[in-house]
């Protein structure tokens, strides 16, 4: 007969985690050696054929980039990283001049990609969902590109966008996402290599998610991508980003950065499943996720939404935040994070309110497991011009285990006497009695512990876009997987 | 024994068990045939509780010693939710909430996993909810708490009434009712008590768990025993339990003889 006590055990043999995207490509690949001085960065610039104005702007990005370091203030440590031992390019070896439609695609990508779940073949695709894959350093293909083309809207490799739409990219990269702004963002103004292109034109429903699938391949390999998303006046968007990484013992960092912009009426709808490779039981590898994403409402009565499930990397740095500009705009930040063994995920939302009757939404979701530690670090900031603005804070932290932490840093700034701010927090663990509960109604162990963690972030889930949520659903199912007792 | 003579549903012999590293059940028996209502009294803090959850398989609970027989098969060897297949069910005395899932899902998934277990075909979400919907009506359970999540929220009344109908869709072969009773009014009492009248079947037996007399007037039971520092000190039909409303429990107390195994310290031997 089993004592008291045991369920603690059994929960850490079911968060012994299983990754299923662990495998590598086997590719020829065209990579700079590692290390990174303004001789990379030209080649860099070189080898996308860029425009001098950009060039300029990384160099520019790259010296402000030597007089930063680190930052240390998030609740996560780490050994140091070596940034002269990172490839900040590489790509998979292009038979000519890279591929100008699907049928050009390596097939060993296509491969690839069919393998994790991420079709590129348009006609095989059910459902409204175009994809812009991701692969290393460079975007292979991207579908439905024609397709979109006839109403307006722009969905290609941010490498593309910059040849094609130089204008649009001139004008809005780094105008939410300065290259001065912190660190990691600096460093990815310097060498990003790949990464979305979304414009919407005015009036435009977009009809069709849009979703970008990033893959890290290469070993020592860094990923710097970045996003740009703008929604003229009056556009809507539902943008998707999935991610994976083979299981390496080495860490290797992806520092994205992410940009929104929404006109007057307009609304961005921003959702990511982010399941990067998290490390094995003992934490040796995994990724260092610090990611800088941010939107900026800049409309009147526009709104940003951010939904995220992360699960994967050995640890995220991230913070998806709205700068609320245009009056009556609104800004939302649903998270569920999950760290399972050694993960660490310092994650949260900033909501900065300018304009007047402005509102935002933060509902935050950690879960932590086996030695996981997961931290909510969010501000509100109300300005002074900021009249009427409204904020609601949840952040609910659930324990599985007694070796885990939650932690939770809310910082609220308010400059004027009419907004009003709701903060609720709550911390609990899965309890033996519900576990009990669930198991004395014929549920084993394992579904019972899927099912309260579901129950636990069904009011984020319930933001996802369909397919997305029953991916997350899934996902947390396997990031908690193993053997029950 | 011959052929014909009737097998017991639950058998539990000489049964002994810790908690917090105490010794609450010591030395229990109980025997109790198909298609019969037991009733189990006692007071506050005399192991009414530990006995159902020890049955329901609580790993909170350590066995020290004695034997339980469910249908004849040893039943302390097997998990808590295998029990739970195999048809016992426990209507908790402090209900869970599970939040985020509604109670009609959760109740649907719990079906599923008695149904596969028995090699037969899920129910799916549209027979479930026909199902669910009436057996609802019979315990006057709100229709609008099915789509609550489990017990948040939900009045005592409601928790308890909760209970009661996932009994009654579950259908078990053994069903412990541990103080269902407690915290009801008397119209509720009555609903509840008409639901558990209409569980009654030759096929299955019931315990009900409650420390006072009133629910005994509408669940009238075949057997009455009185729990006292965790054995049965006391049993009787139904007359029992209204000696003992009358008498209160020191009356059993003084009657309780000597435990057959090593006793403790703070129970005189007579
Ligand atoms: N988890 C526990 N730890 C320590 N003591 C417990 C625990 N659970 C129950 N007990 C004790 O066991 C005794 C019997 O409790 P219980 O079975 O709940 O009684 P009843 O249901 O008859 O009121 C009580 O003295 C109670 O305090
Ligand atoms: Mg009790």
Redesign the interface.
């Given at each position: 007969?089993?004592?008291?006590g045991?369920?603690t055990k059994v929960i850490e043999e079911l968060t012994n985690q299983e990754y299923r995207y662990g495998f590598v490509t086997d590719v020829d690949t065209d990579s700079v050696p590692p290390g990174l001085n303004e001789d990379v960065i030209r080649l860099i610039s070189a080898k996308k054929n860029e425009p001098p104005f950009l060039l300029e702007w990384r160099l520019r990005a790259y010296r402000h980039w030597l007089t930063l370091r680190e930052p240390k203030w998030a609740h996560v440590h780490y050994p140091p990283i070596d940034y002269q031992s990172i490839v900040y390019y590489s790509a998979p070896k292009a038979k000519k001049d890279g591929p100008r439609s699907l049928d050009e695609v390596d097939p060993e990508m296509l491969a690839t990609f069919e393998k994790l779940g991420i079709s590129l073949n348009e006609q095989k695709r059910l459902s409204g969902v175009a994809v812009d894959a991701v692969f290393d350093s460079v975007s292979v293909a991207t579908t439905f590109k024609e397709k979109l083309g006839e109403i307006g809207v722009i969905f290609c490799s941010f490498s593309d966008a910059v040849v094609n739409h130089p204008e649009l990219i001139e004008k809005y990269l780094g105008s939410v996402v300065p290259y001065t702004d912190n660190f990691f963002a600096s460093l990815n103004s310097a060498v990003f290599t790949d990464g979305s292109f979304c414009f919407i034109p005015k009036g435009v429903r977009c009809p069709m998610e849009l979703s970008t699938y990033f893959r890290i391949n290469a070993a020592n390999t860094g990923q710097f991508e970045r996003t740009l998303i703008v929604a003229e006046a009056g556009s809507y968007v539902s943008y998707l980003e999935g991610c994976t990484a083979p299981m390496r013992d080495e860490n290797q960092l992806h520092a994205a950065v992410v940009e929104l912009i929404t006109h007057d009426n307009a609304q961005i709808k921003y959702s990511t499943v982010q399941n990067w490779y998290p490390g094995d039981a003992q934490g040796r590898g995994g990724i260092f996720n610090f990611v800088t994403k941010r939107g900026k409402c800049l409309g009147v009565n526009s709104k940003i939404s951010w939904s995220q499930v992360e699960t994967g990397s050995a640890i995220t740095w991230k913070y998806p935040s709205c700068i609320l500009l245009g009056d009556n705009s609104i800004g939302e930040f649903y998270s569920v994070a999950l760290t399972n063994n050694y993960q660490q995920a310092d994650t949260g939302t900033k909501m900065i309110h300018i304009g007047k009757n402005t509102t935002s939404t933060i509902i935050s979701k950690g879960i932590s497991a086996g030695h996981g530690q997961n931290t909510y670090r969010g501000l509100v900031k109300m300005g002074k011009g900021a009249k009427n603005s409204r904020n609601y804070s949840q952040c609910d932290s659930l324990l599985l285990g007694d070796k885990c932490g939650a932690h939770t840093f809310p910082y609220v700034e308010v400059g004027n006497s009419s907004s009003r701010l709701e903060h609720e927090a709550s911390t609990s663990k899965i309890?033996?009695?519900?576990l009990?509960?669930?198991?004395?109604?014929?549920?084993?162990?394992e579904?019972a512990v899927s099912?309260?963690v579901?129950?636990?972030?069904?009011?984020v889930f319930r933001q996802l876009p369909m397919e997305f949520a029953v991916e997350a659903q899934k996902l947390l199912g396997v990031s908690l997987e193993g053997s029950v007792g | 024994m011959t052929g014909s003579k009737k097998k017991p549903i639950l058998e539990v012999r000489g049964l002994r068990a810790r908690?917090?590293g105490k010794e609450i059940l010591r030395g229990l028996d109980l025997t109790i045939q198909a298609g019969e209502v037991h009733a189990i009294m006692g007071p506050n803090g005399s192991g009414k509780s530990t006995l159902a959850n020890v049955l329901?398989?609580?790993?909170?609970?350590?066995?020290t010693g004695g034997q339980v027989m469910y249908r004849g098969k040893d039943l302390?060897s097997v998990?808590?939710?295998e029990?739970?297949?195999e048809g016992i069910?426990?209507a908790?005395q402090y209900?869970?909430?599970?939040?985020?899932?509604s109670t009609a899902y959760?109740?649907r998934?719990?079906?599923n996993?008695?149904l596969k277990?028995r090699g037969e075909e899920e129910i799916d979400p549209i027979d479930f909810l026909t199902l669910v919907k009436k057996k609802a009506k019979l315990v006057q359970m709100d229709q609008s708490l099915l789509n609550r999540?489990v017990n948040e929220g939900f009045s005592g009344g409601e928790k308890k009434r909760n209970e009661i109908l996932?009994m009654m869709v579950?259908e078990p072969r053994l069903a412990i009712l541990d103080e269902t009773d407690s915290g009801l009014d008397i119209d509720a009492l009555k609903i509840v008590a008409s639901g558990v009248n209409a569980m009654r079947d030759p096929e299955r037996a019931m315990i009900v768990v409650t420390h006072y007399q009133r629910l005994l007037t509408y669940i009238v039971p075949d057997r009455v025993h009185v729990l006292s520092h965790g054995r049965i000190v006391k049993s009787g039909g139904k007359e029992l339990a209204l000696e003992l409303e009358e008498k209160g429990y020191a009356w059993t107390e003084i009657d309780s003889p000597a435990p057959a195994a090593p006793t403790s310290p703070d129970v005189p031997a007579s």
């Open positions: 007969m089993k004592k008291a045991t369920s309890g033996e009695d519900q009990f509960y669930c198991r004395q109604r014929g549920l084993s162990q579904d099912m309260i579901n129950g636990f972030c069904k009011e | 908690v917090g329901a398989g609580h790993e909170g609970y350590e066995v302390l998990s808590t939710e029990r739970a297949r069910f426990l908790f209900p869970v909430e599970i939040p985020g899932i959760f109740l998934a719990s079906l996993s008695i277990h999540p996932q579950l």
